[in-house]
């Protein structure tokens, strides 16, 4: 391992940074070919959302990508942006913000280092094989340096791996564990199969509200590549502003965005529609990574029973099982995907505050949080859909 000096440089556009270097970070997989493991860190996917004015001026949300180079060669990268808000993140710090302006602070701007409007789990301090301790090491000092030099409130690291949080939490950050609900492939060879593992009634449920769903009046696709056409960006834009002006007050991403998907992300895209007298009135946009799917967004001109889980949960689970993903990620919130096979599991990020006194009361709400996250985690799975075996019944 070199001694060289490790430079740290904040860009305020992706187009700095050459996507050869970027990727060679986020996923060194694809050099061989292989699809990334996750798609979200790409510098294609990162390109699209600044390209498209989805992040960037007006949107609260201020590249300033990281990259970590030693001995020329651009070791580590992270996707870093100075916050005016904390809308789009999915771990909320509402409550700290306020917290933090009532004691006369001013918490915004504040740095996340994250991808934008995304809850998926997944590297955020992005490292280029060989470089793992150093770099990440390099990139939150960099981080937390700008930070304090600029005398912002924060630094917030979201959606980390564990293992990400565990060595972050080794440096002196702050380590906060929420909950989503995934999917996860127990070797099925077949929808059915994972239909078997369930108990008979939540199966019989299953059964019910997918046949119910199919009976909606046309049929349903599910398409990736080139079978996704101009035409249906159009009529998924219409889904996608509909269901984003219901939960956010207006949608995070721009049309713009959705023709950037059709040129550079399709093959990273499986869309599921449902399409009645020859038109989409309903569809789920995911994305494909090497061993996991994500499901993303969802939204419908017409409403029809159990059509939003045919397309968002149990096609998703499909067209896993069928090319051999581990694990279904569908989103934030929703303990409706409780019964749908979509268990609850533990999610991570880290903080930095540079009040020490606001850092160690985050630090006592953290501790008591956690461990009522863990319980929580473990109460709901109690409760999961799938059958017991006989000592669990017994208990």
Same mark, same amino acid.
């Given at each position: ?240 502003? /509909?269901? !984003? ?6 949608? &995070? %991403? ?7 998907? *059709? #040129? =550079? ?89 540079? /009040?020490? !006194? ?6 006592? &709400? %953290? ?7 863990? *319980? #929580? =985690? ?18």
């Amino acid at each position: 391992m070199s001694d060289a000096p490790i430079e740290i440089t904040a860009h305020p556009t992706l187009a700095a940074i050459e996507a050869s270097d970027w990727d060679a970070c986020a996923c060194p997989e694809t050099v061989t070919g292989d699809r990334p493991v996750d798609p979200f860190t790409t510098h294609r996917f990162l390109k699209a959302l600044e390209d498209s004015g989805s992040v960037g001026t007006g949107s609260g949300w201020q590249p300033r990508y990281l990259t970590a180079r030693q001995d020329g060669q651009v070791i580590a990268v992270a996707p870093l942006y100075a916050k005016g808000h904390s809308q789009g993140e999915y771990i909320f710090d509402h409550n700290w913000a306020h917290a933090y302006e009532n004691a006369g602070g001013r918490y915004y701007p504040k740095l996340q280092i994250a991808v934008p409007f995304t809850p998926a789990t997944g590297r955020r301090f992005l490292t280029r094989p060989g470089h793992e301790a150093t770099g990440m090491s390099a990139l939150i000092q960099g981080a937390v340096q700008i930070a304090a030099d600029n005398q912002l409130s924060s630094v917030h690291a979201t959606f980390c791996t564990e293992a990400e949080a565990l060595a972050g939490a080794e440096m002196g950050l702050l380590h906060r564990i929420g909950q989503q609900y995934h999917w996860v492939n127990d070797g099925y060879a077949d929808f059915d199969g994972f239909l078997a593992a369930l108990s008979s009634r939540k199966r019989k449920t299953l059964r019910k509200e997918r046949a119910q769903a199919n009976d909606f009046g046309g049929e349903i696709v599910a398409l990736t590549g080139d079978a996704i056409r101009p035409e249906h960006w159009d009529a998924f834009w219409v889904f996608y502003q /509909d269901t !984003g002006a219901r939960k956010w007050g207006q949608p &995070y %991403l721009t049309r713009k965005f959705f023709d950037l998907a *059709h #040129e =550079i992300l399709r093959d990273d895209m499986l869309m599921v529609l449902a399409i009645r007298d020859d038109r989409p009135v309903a569809g789920a946009l995911n994305f494909i990574g090497r061993d996991t799917l994500y499901g993303r967004y969802w939204g419908c001109t017409e409403h029809h029973p159990f059509l939003h889980f045919e397309l968002c949960y149990y096609r998703a689970i499909g067209f896993a099982i069928a090319h051999g993903m581990q694990k279904v990620e569908a989103g934030a919130q929703g303990e409706h995907k409780l019964a749908r096979g979509y268990l609850p599991v533990p999610t991570h990020s880290l903080h930095w505050f540079g /009040d020490s !006194g606001f850092k160690d009361a985050v630090a006592r &709400y %953290l501790e008591a949080e956690r461990e009522a996250v863990d *319980h #929580e =985690i473990e109460v709901l799975t109690s409760y999961g859909p799938f059958r017991k075996t006989e000592i669990e019944e017994q208990q």
